[in-house]
């Protein structure tokens, strides 16, 4: 047997620069290109040009731009670099040969780069009589191989083909191998040379399974679509004889079955005419064409549409108002209005769907009001959500031109309704914005106009669909956000917060036995005291609606649940959650009165507020200074704010001898008015009679009258005007313990809007003039002077 030469191999240890390799492995005998980005590593390879250009490259254990020492495996291999150019941004490109491989016993770092000491693999032929028929083995396994990939450059297999040598055939397979990065590792590994050929051959065998099968598959498609493409043609050909012959075809458009459709379905004139104008077009197609999907997709939209399919309404007044009493408490305006409704749709049987606005804080049960409404009208309920939303087409959909068009949101939900006629909320309809791409608020005026919507004009649908007998409900949190046009087509209605009694008897009646039910604790007997609940509202919500209140009475819930799985089970489980027990339950006490002073003092007043989420109480204070006359407002207070402030003050000092303070004005004393909470912005006129309290208090040194809460807008001459929001700002002050509201005279209207248990527990104080609210917020004796 003829014995191979063994490989020469260098001796002895020594140290070299160490460049990582990230994915590349690098065998012996490859000559090979390599990027190298990082600093570390341009550095190594600087070392090694100013040397014998020889590098050590060791493959990473996983990929990273920053490797440590840690990253690396022992092992690699000694590259001679054959050719270096840097590129632009400090990257550097090399041609690498790879010489032979060796283990790394030492790694350092030494200036940033990493240096190593290199013990190398001295690895001979094997003298083995098995190799040579190795070698002959996988040269023609390779060739059968390259026969099947066809991937491999013909230069590249030649010169494989006329390798004898079996370190060297095995390395040079390996280094144009299509394996797994893992495979390679282990190939690169230093070992026994013969077990690596036999490897190497077992490898070469599955390689060409795998690849005969990958191409039999390859095969196996491209026959699929040959013959797709030749039934295409026959089809078309057999249309065309038929044709000739007169015979009646297959319809593989689907225009058959669409025109049986038109006969079960009541559609109107005008869309029954167009439709049948798209069926002709389709039938026209190729089945397969891009036109002929969308044009299915448009008509099935059309026939998916309730066009005279309508829920019967429920006219049993009496039932309609039970179960909306059963759903929400109070809510008199509203279930009015509902039941109005039905009254008169007995009477008037083409009436048209009303348009209604629900506007208060957030908590007070719009959303699941409008739910109610469908229950008690019996009524489909849609729902759609136009918070954010800032395209036309989400209304009014994109037209079908488009690839993927659809059509709008008010489209796809009566779709979804399943009736003409179904209860439809719009939800959140305040929030909406406007871009580039349209204002959603204006394509809604259509849909919310009674006298136009009942030929509503989708852009995809291109056919007018009537939505007069849709009930709309729009839900907003602040009636000021909703454009003018727009909210001039709604018929208004306020739901304001509840007072104390009214979140009361709504966690009694509806939120405990929702959340006992929820939380598996229906059988139980669980009994929150009255002291609890008040705990509760008062101590740990500070919300003009409920949804605060329900998921602290869910904490509280779950809580007993835990306690009711470590005794006996939910059946038979008892408990009663005290005032007492609150702590326990939900932590310390989270609302306290941390603005409001305890004791009265000068330069301090509390006015009343109203926000989005209902009223709060918002003390204003006021100091003097020794100065030049200057005025500082802070706390971060919008313009007509500031304008408010200077009325104020321009009132007191044209009155300033009338009062007593003319001292402050000739002295030429800084005035200083602050409103706490400084990280919220805060506007609006009905600050006027507190700012102007809170300055004339500074400057007499005496406190406004103890427990007095108070709103409105005062001018220059002194009168005071009417201001909105107040019942949610007089229900705020007395869930703060104010006894006394003063209002303007043209706000005793909306007395009666206040509930009457809060009613019977404050005063309320009207005055027509700045002059008349300062008698009543200042003692006596002060004005006789």
Known sequence: MKLFQAVKARTGRREMPIVPLQEKIVFPHMVTPLFVYAEGQIKAIDSAMKG???????????????????????????AHILQMLKLPEGAVRLLVEGRSRGKVAKIFRSDSMMRGVIEPAAEQTPEDESVAGLVRMIHTSFKEFSDAYKKLPPEVVNSIERVEDPLKLTDMIL???????????????????????????????????LQNLQNNINSRVKKRMEKT?????????????????????????????????????????????????????????????????????????????????????NKDIERAEQILDEDHYDMEKPKDRVLDFIAVRQIQEQ?????????GPPGTGKTSLAKSVARA????????????????????????????????????????AGSANPVFLLDEVDKMSSDYRGDPASALLEVLDPEQNNTFTDHYMEVPYDLSSVLFITTANSAHNIPYALRDRMETIEIPGYTEFEKLEIARRYLIPKQLEENGLGQADIKFQKPALLGVIRNYTMESGVRNLERNIANITRKLARKAIKAEGPEGFSAVVTES?????????????????????????????????????LPVEATLLE????????????????????????????????????SVFENKRDIHIHVPEGAIPKDGPSAGITITSAVLSAALGVPVKADYAMTGEITLTGRLLAVGGIKEKVLAAHRMGRTHILMPEMNKKDRDKIPQEVITSISCVFAGSAEEALHHLFPDELFRR
Request: hydrophobic share 35%; charged share 35%; glycine share 8%.
């Open 52 to 78: 014998d250009r020889d590098i050590f490259l060791v493959p990473l254990k996983e990929e990273k731009k920053e490797p440590n020492i840690d990253d690396l495996h022992p092992f690699g291999i000694e």
């Open 175 to 209: 280094g144009n191998m299509p394996i797994k990065r893992d495979k390679k590792l282990e190939f690169l590994k230093p070992g026994d040379p013969l077990k690596r050929i036999e490897e190497l051959a077992v490898t070469l065998e599955n390689e060409i399974e």
């Open 229 to 313: 493409q030749r039934e295409y043609y026959l089809n078309e050909q057999l249309k065309e004889i038929n044709k000739e012959l007169g015979k009646e075809e297959e319809d593989p458009t689907g225009a058959a079955e669409f025109r049986r459709k038109i006969e079960e379905k009541d559609l109107p004139e005008e869309v029954e005419n167009r439709v049948e104008k798209e069926i002709v077009r389709l039938s026209k197609l190729q089945p397969l064409s891009p036109e002929a999907g969308v044009l299915r997709t448009y008509l099935d939209w059309i026939f998916d549409l309730p066009w005279s399919e309508r829920s019967e309404d």
């Open 351 to 359: 009436l048209k769907g009303p348009i209604l606005c629900f506007v």
């Open 377 to 416: 009208l019996n009524r489909s309920f849609v729902r759609i959500s136009l918070g954010g939303v800032r395209d036309e087409a989400e209304i009014r959909g994109h037209r079908k031109t488009y690839v993927g068009a659809l059509p709008g949101k008010i489209i796809q939900s009566i779709r979804k």
């Open 581 to 617: 027990s609150l702590k326990k339950y939900l932590g310390p006490v989270q609302y306290q009165e941390d603005l409001l002073y305890r004791e009265q003092r000068p330069g301090i007043a509390y006015g009343m507020a109203w926000t989005e989420l209902g009223g709060t109480l």
């Open 627 to 662: 100065g030049k006359g200057n005025v500082t407002l802070t706390g971060s207070l919008g313009d007509i704010m500031k304008e408010s402030a200077d009325i104020a003050l321009s009132f007191l000092r044209t009155n300033a001898r009338r009062f007593g303070i003319q």
